[in-house]
């Protein structure tokens, strides 16, 4: 085993773990929310639940395979398992683009002044959080179905060849032009369509923002209201998400077509991009954790085991009066 892919397995191991920790903690505070505190939910914090779970199933489709084959482990999958694997990644891949999308233009119509064109969505977009969620399964359903055929099992780690390769999987060659342009023109242009949407309401929340902070410098007034804050901090968060989601795309997007489109495969580079598809679902429960209160408060009270306060203290606050 090569030292370079025992550091490849340790880093894919942590990334994994902290990855699938971090959103399954942001996903039962989230829910535990639901039940135990109804009149504090958003429709907001339903698609970042579901997004939490787009993310940790990308990671566990991933992150566990590419550790697995990093520390030694070789033919872990046969021809259905690599199909099932890769098609399951894919659509959690494709719903974390639809569902982070989807995340950023909700919250610009929250935010937007009354006196703009998507005000007049503000009362109806939470009645459409549920069709587009179902919309995203239909769409990244049948755009990845191909991939269900056009998967093997690696049998060899020397791998020549153009086509899409991981250390475990690669793609069958195609002869049938028409159903591989179809494939790539489908997976391009949702990308291209929801990576727009996404940059264009994040640009449009900043502007926000800055005329906002703006009004708020020219009233010299530094009393700003507890509702307006949280949504200012909500906006800040998801346009971070946006950023990283953004920026780790391309940059992998541009390592896949070279590895795509050359004959000798670098698996070190194609373990680079394995890691790139994996920092936005695993940095996302970070930057949610960290950025609302609502889940490090629940996240302490849930690691607390909600303990009662101690019992001296509970007969002290009935003994002595208030003054």
């Avoid at 926000?208 to 902070?213: A, E, F, K, P, Q």
């Avoid at 790139?276 to 408060?297: H, I, K, Q, T």
């Avoid at 101690?310 to 003994?319: D, L, Y």
């Amino acid at each position: 085993m090569l030292t370079s892919d025992i550091i490849f397995g340790i880093i894919f191991l942590y990334q994994s773990v902290f990855g699938f920790l971090g959103n399954a903690t942001v996903f039962v505070v989230y829910m535990n929310s639901f039940i135990t505190h109804p009149q504090q939910k958003k429709p907001k914090d339903l698609i970042l639940t579901h997004l939490t779970v787009a993310n940790t199933v990308t990671l566990l489709t991933r992150g566990v395979p590419e550790t697995m084959v990093a520390f030694g482990m070789r033919n872990i999958f046969n021809d259905v398992g690599c199909q099932s694997v890769m098609y399951i990644n894919r659509v959690s891949r494709g719903l974390s683009i639809c569902t982070t999308c989807l995340l950023s233009v909700f919250q610009a119509v929250t935010i937007s002044p009354s006196t703009s064109q998507l005000a007049r969505f503000k009362l109806r977009a939470s009645k459409y959080i549920l069709p587009s969620f179902l919309f995203f399964w239909i769409l990244n359903m049948l755009i990845y179905i191909r991939v269900i055929t056009s998967i093997q099992a690696i049998r060899n780690v020397t791998i020549m060849g153009q086509g899409y390769v991981l250390k475990y999987c690669s793609t069958i060659p195609d002869l049938d032009f028409i159903h591989s342009i179809t494939f790539i023109s489908a997976m391009t242009i949702r990308d291209l369509f929801f990576i727009f949407l996404m940059s264009w309401s994040s640009g449009y929340m900043v502007n926000v923002l800055y005329r906002h902070r703006k009004q708020v410098q020219h009233i010299h007034s530094t009393c700003v209201t507890p509702r307006s804050s949280a949504e200012t901090r909500a906006t800040q968060t998801i346009v971070v998400l946006v950023s990283c989601f953004v920026c780790f795309y391309w940059i992998n997007s541009f390592i896949t077509v070279y590895l795509t489109n050359v004959v000798d495969k670098d698996l070190h580079l194609e373990s680079t991009t394995a890691f790139l598809s994996a920092c936005y679902p695993s940095l996302c429960p970070l930057v949610l954790v960290s950025s609302d209160p609502r889940v490090r408060r629940n996240c302490c009270a849930l690691g607390k085991g909600r303990r009662p306060s101690h019992p001296m203290r509970a007969v002290t606050s009935r003994v002595i009066p208030e003054h």
